[in-house]
C-alpha cells in the first residue's frame, strides 16, 4: 500500500511521454479518411430529419446546430461539453465525424479538438454520395440525442489555443505574430465585403482552404508548410466563429499546430478604431451612419443658444417663485 501512490504517479508519466511521442512521430488529432476507423464513435453532423432517414449504423445525430449559437457564433463551453455527453462522449475516444458538407464536418471536427477530444477522423465521402452508391457499408436509422447526458466530459479542454478578442489586439498590435486568414482572395483584398468593412486584419496571410485541400477533400501534397512562419505564435481566423473554427481543424489536419481567433473578421470589421490592410466598404448598408438619435440631438444643441427668450421666461419664473415664497414665510412669522 505504501508504494500505490508513486507506481500511479510512474504510470501517469509513463502515459504522458507516450502520448507526446506519438505525437513526436507523426500522429495527428484531426485527419481526413475514406474509411470508418476501428472502434470509433459515429457523429452525424447533418441536420435531424436527415440523420434520422438514414446513416451509418450506430452514428448519434449531432446537428451542427446545436453547438452553436445565434450568428454562428459558438455556445459556451460549459453547455457544449454537457451537449457532448448526451451522445455518449467524455473526451477519450476516437471520434468520426460524417455529414454531407466539409464545411459542417470541419466545424465539428475544430470543436471537439478545442474540447479535448483525444483524436478526430472527418469522413471525406459525403453521405449522399455514399447512400446513393449503395455502397457495402451499414445503414440505419440516425440515433437521437436523449434530454440528459449519459457521459460526463473527463478530458481537458485545450483552452490555450483559443484567443479572445482583447488578446487578438494586444497581439496584433505588440506581438507580430503570424496571421492566417482563411476566407476568400477577394474577401482578403476587400473586394467582396461580407461584414462592417473589407479587407484583413494588418500583417496577415491569404491562406484559404483551396490553398491546403483540393476539391475531393484531400491535402495537397505540395503544400510547404516550412513557408510559414512559426517564430511567433501562429493564429487562424476566417469570417466567423463557424468558419474560424472550421479553418483550424484544416490546420491542424495539414500538420500545423496555430491558435483561432474565435470572433474572426466579423467581430474585428464591426470596431471601427482598429486597424485594417486593404480596407473597404461594400454597399451604402454596409457604411457607418449616424443612430437617428444622435441627429436629433446635434439639431438640438445647434439651435437651443438661438432662444435667448425661453432662458429669460425660465430665470424670471425662478425668480417670482422664490420672491413668493420668501414673501409667504415673513407674513407667517408676523402673524406667529
Request: charged share 20%; net charge positive; proline share 5%.
Amino acid at each position: 500500500m505504501p508504494y500505490s501512490l508513486p507506481i500511479k504517479t510512474l504510470l501517469f508519466v509513463t502515459l504522458v511521454l507516450f502520448t507526446q511521442q506519438s505525437f513526436a512521430i507523426g500522429y495527428s488529432p484531426i485527419s481526413y479518411v475514406d474509411a470508418i476507423p476501428e472502434e470509433s464513435k459515429i457523429v452525424d453532423v447533418r441536420v435531424e430529419s436527415e440523420c434520422r432517414k438514414s446513416t451509418l449504423a450506430k452514428a448519434n445525430c449531432l446537428p451542427i446546430e446545436e453547438l452553436m449559437a445565434s450568428k454562428q457564433r459558438l455556445a459556451n463551453f460549459s453547455g457544449l461539453l454537457w451537449k457532448l455527453g448526451t451522445v455518449g462522449l467524455n473526451g477519450s475516444e476516437h471520434v468520426l465525424v460524417i455529414g454531407n458538407k466539409m464545411t459542417r464536418k470541419d466545424t465539428m471536427a475544430g470543436i471537439l479538438h478545442l474540447a479535448g477530444q483525444y483524436r478526430i477522423s472527418i469522413l471525406k465521402p459525403s453521405m449522399t454520395e455514399l447512400i446513393d452508391s449503395k455502397s457495402k457499408w451499414s445503414f440505419s436509422k440516425g440515433t437521437l440525442a436523449p434530454p440528459t447526458r449519459i457521459q460526463v466530459w473527463q478530458t481537458l479542454m485545450r483552452s490555450d489555443n483559443i484567443v479572445l478578442h482583447n488578446e487578438m489586439m494586444q497581439l496584433v498590435l505588440h506581438n507580430n505574430p503570424t496571421i492566417l486568414d482563411g476566407r476568400s482572395d477577394e474577401e482578403y483584398w476587400g473586394q467582396v465585403v461580407n461584414a462592417h468593412r473589407g479587407g484583413h486584419i494588418p500583417g496577415a496571410d491569404s491562406s484559404s482552404y483551396s490553398y491546403w485541400f483540393d476539391a475531393a477533400g484531400s491535402m495537397k501534397t505540395a503544400v510547404p508548410l516550412d513557408s510559414i512562419s512559426t517564430d511567433h505564435p501562429v493564429i487562424a481566423y476566417a469570417a466567423n466563429s463557424y468558419a474560424s473554427i472550421g479553418y483550424y481543424a484544416r490546420l491542424i489536419a495539414a500538420g500545423l499546430t496555430p491558435r483561432v481567433y474565435l470572433d474572426g473578421w466579423v467581430r474585428w470589421a464591426s470596431q471601427s478604431d482598429l486597424p485594417v490592410d486593404a480596407g473597404s466598404y461594400g454597399s451604402s448598408n454596409a457604411l457607418p451612419t449616424v443612430p437617428t438619435a444622435n441627429k436629433a440631438e446635434s439639431t438640438e444643441r445647434q439651435h437651443f443658444p438661438r432662444q435667448p427668450v425661453s432662458w429669460l421666461f425660465w430665470g424670471l419664473s425662478v425668480a417670482i417663485a422664490f420672491l413668493s415664497g420668501y414673501i409667504i414665510s415673513r407674513i407667517r412669522q408676523r402673524k406667529n
